[in-house]
């Protein structure tokens, strides 16, 4: 919705100025600038990246239009189903989880958490690093630089799209710059025409210049800076898994183990402690 928001802002702002300060709006609308920048950046897309790429970023784009589901509800069930587990683990033996994590969406132990099984990623994060536990041949120290290894390339490969947009919106003022470039060329060998003729060509000329920083600057450019910020949420419910489990396998009690993953949350979302020992007593009476 924000996203949507901004768009309107910036078409105003610069269009709504442009037509109070007496500017022809008609003369601005050049279908044949915009197929140039556009067709040039697409083009220049498609040789600087691989089909996984493009296919990545045409996947995520739907995804700036929808609202954070990294809430304070979500790292609430994850913590609390984490306790769950690690209370399961510590009253009943690692052995107790093998069924649990062999098949988490017909588990009675995970499927109070709808949340988190809908996660793909998420519950195969957690499903691998407790067959890791429960199979007692890793110490912490390697499930640790285990799991660092994992996020490290999880974040890269999440990261394409928006580096992908980048690189797009970086290159549209140079397209930009070549569309006037093309305009002035065609102006200058069409010298001989009258000087009214001649100033409308070169305003086409100059529109492509202000089309290609328009488009890059007001409306691919703070994409890409979305998609990152995105990301950055999502890589930190595998950073409050990876200190929870950690924290476990170093002979915390669960109870203490979800207060490490409560801390390395964002403080927006993050639960207080009487928050989330509420949630959790809730969720056992349920």
Do not use: W
Request: hydrophobic share 45%; charged share 15%.
């Amino acid at each position: 919705m924000l996203v949507i928001v901004g768009y309107i802002v910036v078409i105003g702002s610069v269009f709504g100025g442009y037509a109070m300060a007496g500017g022809h709006l008609a003369i601005l609308f050049q279908p044949l600038e915009l197929l140039m920048i556009g067709g040039a950046a697409l083009g220049a897309s498609l040789v600087g990246n691989t089909g996984k790429t493009l296919k990545a970023s045409l996947k995520a784009l739907p995804g700036v239009l929808k609202g954070s589901k990294y809430t304070k509800a979500l790292y609430m069930e994850l913590m609390t189903m984490l306790f769950d587990v690690l209370t399961k683990i510590r009253k009943e033996g690692l052995m107790s989880i093998e069924g649990d994590i062999e098949k988490p969406e017909d588990s009675p132990l995970f499927s109070k958490y709808p949340l988190i099984v809908s996660d793909h990623h998420m519950m195969e994060f957690i499903s691998d690093y407790l067959r890791l536990m429960v199979s007692g041949n890793m110490d912490a120290f390697q499930i640790e630089n285990l799991m660092d290894n994992e996020l490290e390339t999880h974040h890269h490969e999440a990261a394409g799209p928006s580096h992908f947009i980048a690189k797009l919106g970086d290159g549209l003022p140079a397209f930009g710059i070549v569309a006037a470039v093309m305009g002035v060329v065609h102006t200058m060998e069409s010298v001989g025409i009258p000087p009214a003729e001649l100033g409308i060509l070169i305003a086409h000329a100059l529109v492509g210049t202000f089309l290609g920083i328009l488009l890059a600057y007001g409306f691919v450019g703070p994409l890409a800076g979305l998609m990152e910020q995105q990301l950055d949420e999502s890589s930190k419910t595998f950073q409050c898994i990876k200190v929870t489990l950690l924290a476990s396998l170093n002979g915390y009690a669960p109870a203490l183990a979800i207060e490490f993953g409560r801390k390395v949350l964002y403080s927006t979302e993050r639960p207080t402690f009487s928050e989330l020992e509420e949630h959790i007593k809730q969720s056992k009476s349920k």
